[in-house]
């Protein structure tokens, strides 16, 4: 919403400048987000007249120029303007004035001619922002514009020396969509009177119009129309153009460019028709036909559907209600007959139609956060006054007030107690009211302890009593209001669960990894991308009523989807070297309950190399595995730790996962998570061009296991004794089935064992695998023996081989 510095000093009288204006209106919640002088490129730009005209002896098109510009002696200025003569007051560019684009004026010679200014069009002082080239130099006539004098800045002599303020209004503010709801808020934070403009609208009381309005849909709420005979369609006058011009408007002619600054003004849209255009004299609000199109006034041919609402006459639609109107009622030279409205149509059903026609409008911007319906019949008879002053004419007897949709707000009470505890004030009633009245908002006082309230129609936002104590707080000033902190005495329980979820980050950091952060609504198409079938839980995700977009319509229920989307997002940006993890909810669908059951779990995503940057080539080069991965778990259960949870070959391969690269985490059966090597369907799916590593787990069911309680374990007195063991086992053959054989037959004297390698290959026949462990013994009372070890090792050969058909590798 842009005004200007004086437009709002019209309507109250405040003595402080632009930047206090813009303080003032920021601290009442009113963002400001510019405050710029008007025309700064006019400075050095004066009135000049001129006092002779002579032809360029060196160019057919030139003429040269005598100019007063107030000085000892005329200036001569080399002008191409066809319309330069004698006698006329035009702006003059003097050198050194830097005008819009950046242009500098310099004394200069033109075809051989000395030139010592330039004499200016509009357009070229930024005056003429979206009208057709004149073609020539400003005319300024004596009779519009007072103190044309030779010499005098042209700043004041158009008065333009203004300051454009721009305020970013919030959606639940549509009363400061108009310079007037701006200088109400300006007026009751100075505490000064709100002044208007003087209506005076001619008797029409128990006259029948000479036309007819037939409202047929509820998204009317309103609809005031008058119709003015014999206007003339000209110019607007300068003020009114300067007005428009300075808030980014384009001027058209005088009647549309009344009801454009009247909107600016009251924040009311209105539209003026072209009568004798209009079939059958009259005037219906409706919904569009299947199939129905009107061309609007930019020109453009648009479809219509059976949900948008129109303004038709008896024959065809003449405009889009609330938006925009049609080229065939439009107001144009011939026009001697025009039927003005001011309406006030359902927010919701100009915000639908005008996102379906993609036409964004400043109409369509104050509609669809809502009008004030009283605001249309006040609209309407400033609006025919100053057509009537600008455009002549008179009007019709009788006139149109539609307003069956209109409803009253409901009562509010504001108890005084209730506004000091909030606030923390201790304020009286007078007070409080005083300041309320400062915006309009006037109640009856019911005691000395509250008021009821009814709402303005202006300010669809205060809905409840909270509401208005906020008004309080406004006008107070939140700058004003004493700070006290809160006597309150709290204790504050210790979460083990949050601890733990700060452990698991820390671990993930600790090894290596990045947090992400993604929203907890994805796209719906995930569910195929990664294949999941029919019958799968997480198929049944829940949608959003109100979406951000399509591509984020659902609840998730697995964080992989996310992660995909960051993996992809950084290898596309030369960063495919990834450790990236998340910890978050998934929601699944309860049935018989209205909210969804939520699970934590923990999702993670590598590839890349094992050592990025790494001075060693041979360790910087090597792709991230699978060990790399259990490796990473193992480290996580142990900083947990949780004890007990095999990381073991899935039963079943995820839909998601490479078949045969696809294992579980399981205590005692129950599934925890699971990880492995991502399906090339499912990263071709995502967009992804290289392999990727996956872990899925439930942190809830993982927590919820009991953790181990930290021993103390002297230093070991004896020395260990070490012995590396290596066995051909059928390919099928889990290595971590034989590793919890080792230690089952390992005894008290083992005190650790671990695979250490994995080979297929050369002179490994097919569908074996050669696993090597390295077995530490130890006996924590005295040393140990070769006899004693040699038994014990041999009997974890023997469950070895037997269990597991392997056989011994020689050295």
Request: aromatic letters at 6%.
């Amino acid at each position: 919403m842009k005004c200007t510095e004086k437009w709002l000093k019209e309507y109250v009288a405040v003595e402080f400048g632009p930047d206090e204006i813009a303080a003032r209106l920021t601290m009442l919640g009113l963002e400001v987000d510019a405050v710029e002088p008007l025309y700064p490129g006019l400075d050095g730009v004066c009135v000049g007249r001129v006092l002779s005209v002579t032809r360029h002896p060196n160019a057919d098109r030139l003429s040269l120029c005598e100019v007063d510009d107030g000085g000892e002696r005329a200036r001569r200025v080399v002008c191409g303007a066809p319309n330069v003569r004698p006698g006329m007051f035009t702006p003059l560019a003097l050198p050194g004035a830097v005008l819009p684009g950046n242009f500098k004026i310099k004394v200069s010679k033109i075809r051989g001619e000395r030139s010592e200014g330039m004499l200016c069009a509009d357009r070229e002082l930024g005056l003429a922002e979206g009208q057709a080239d004149s073609g020539g130099i400003m005319d300024l006539d004596p009779g519009e514009f007072s103190g044309l004098v030779p010499g005098a800045p042209l700043a004041e002599v158009l008065g333009l020396r203004d300051t454009m303020i721009e305020v970013d209004l919030t959606p639940n503010r549509p009363d400061c969509a108009g310079v007037i709801g701006l200088a109400r808020e300006l007026a009751g934070s100075a505490g000064l009177p709100l002044g208007r403009p003087e209506i005076s609208p001619p008797e029409l009381a128990g006259s029948e119009p000479p036309f007819a309005v037939q409202v047929e849909a509820p998204d009317c709420l309103r609809y005031c129309a008058r119709l003015i005979r014999g206007v003339k369609i000209a110019p607007s006058p300068w003020w009114l153009r300067r007005r428009l011009l300075a808030v980014g408007l384009r001027p058209i002619n005088n009647v549309v460019d009344i009801t454009n600054y009247v909107m600016m003004e009251y924040g009311q849209p209105m539209h003026a028709f072209d009568f004798d255009r209009l079939a059958g004299g009259r005037i219906r609000v409706r919904r569009a036909k299947a199939g129905e199109k009107i061309t609007t006034l930019d020109g453009v041919e648009r479809q219509l559907t059976p949900e948008m609402l129109l303004i038709a006459d008896a024959a065809q639609a003449v405009a889009v209600a609330g938006i925009m109107g049609g080229s065939e009622s439009e107001v144009g030279p011939e026009t001697v007959n025009i039927l003005l409205e001011s309406a006030c149509f359902e927010a919701k059903s100009v915000r639908a139609t005008a996102a379906a026609l993609k036409l964004a409008t400043d109409s369509s911007y104050r509609f669809e956060r809502g009008v004030d319906p009283q605001a249309a019949p006040q609209a309407l008879e400033r609006a025919v006054k100053l057509i009537l002053d600008l455009a002549g004419g008179e009007v019709a007897p009788g006139g149109v007030d539609y307003r069956e949709g209109v409803v009253d707000p409901p009562l509010l009470t504001l108890r005084l107690g209730r506004v000091n505890d909030l606030l923390g004030t201790d304020l009286d009633l007078d007070t409080v009211a005083g300041h309320l009245a400062g915006i309009e908002i006037h109640g009856e006082r019911l005691d000395d302890q509250a008021l009821r309230i009814r709402p303005p129609s202006f300010r669809v936002d205060l809905e409840r009593e909270v509401d208005l104590i906020e008004e309080v707080a406004r006008l107070i000033g939140y700058d004003r209001i004493p700070t006290s902190m809160p006597l309150v005495a709290m204790e504050m329980p210790a979460k083990a669960d949050n601890d733990q979820r700060h452990r698991i980050k820390t671990i993930m950091v600790a090894l290596g990894c990045h947090e992400a952060v993604n929203y907890s609504f994805v796209n719906p198409a995930h569910g195929d991308w990664l294949g999941l079938a029919a019958a799968d839980p997480r198929r049944s995700m829940l949608p959003l009523l109100n979406p951000l977009s399509e591509e984020q319509g659902v609840m998730r229920t697995t964080l992989l989807p996310g992660l995909l989307e960051n993996a992809r997002h950084n290898i596309n940006h030369q960063c495919p070297d990834l450790r990236l993890f998340e910890l978050g909810k998934v929601f699944f669908a309860e049935p018989g309950s209205g909210l969804p059951r939520e699970e934590e779990r923990l999702a993670a995503v590598f590839g890349g190399r094992r050592h990025p940057g790494s001075p060693l080539l041979w360790e910087g080069e090597a792709a991230v595995d699978l060990y790399d991965l259990k490796g990473l778990l193992e480290e996580l259960l142990r900083g947990l730790r949780r004890s007990g949870v095999m990381l073991v070959p899935a039963k079943e391969s995820s839909p998601y996962a490479l078949p045969g690269s696809c294992f579980d985490l399981r205590h005692e059966g129950e599934k925890l998570g699971e990880w492995g090597k991502i399906h090339p369907r499912v990263l071709k799916a995502f967009g992804i061009k290289q392999e990727l590593l996956y872990l899925d787990l439930s942190t809830s069911r993982l927590l919820a296991l009991p953790a181990v309680r930290p021993t103390f374990t002297p230093l070991p007195r004896f020395p260990a004794v070490k012995r590396d063991l290596a066995l051909l086992v059928p390919e099928e053959v889990a290595a971590g089935e034989m590793l919890a054989a080792i230690r089952e037959v390992g005894g008290k004297l083992l005190e650790h064992a671990e695979i250490f390698d994995v080979y297929r290959g050369k002179n490994i026949e097919p569908g074996r695998k050669s696993v090597a462990f390295a077995i530490h013994y130890r006996d924590a009372e005295r040393t140990l023996n070769e006899e004693t070890v040699a038994v014990v090792h041999q009997l974890i050969i023997d469950q070895l081989v037997t269990r597991f058909h392997g056989q011994l590798r020689e050295a």
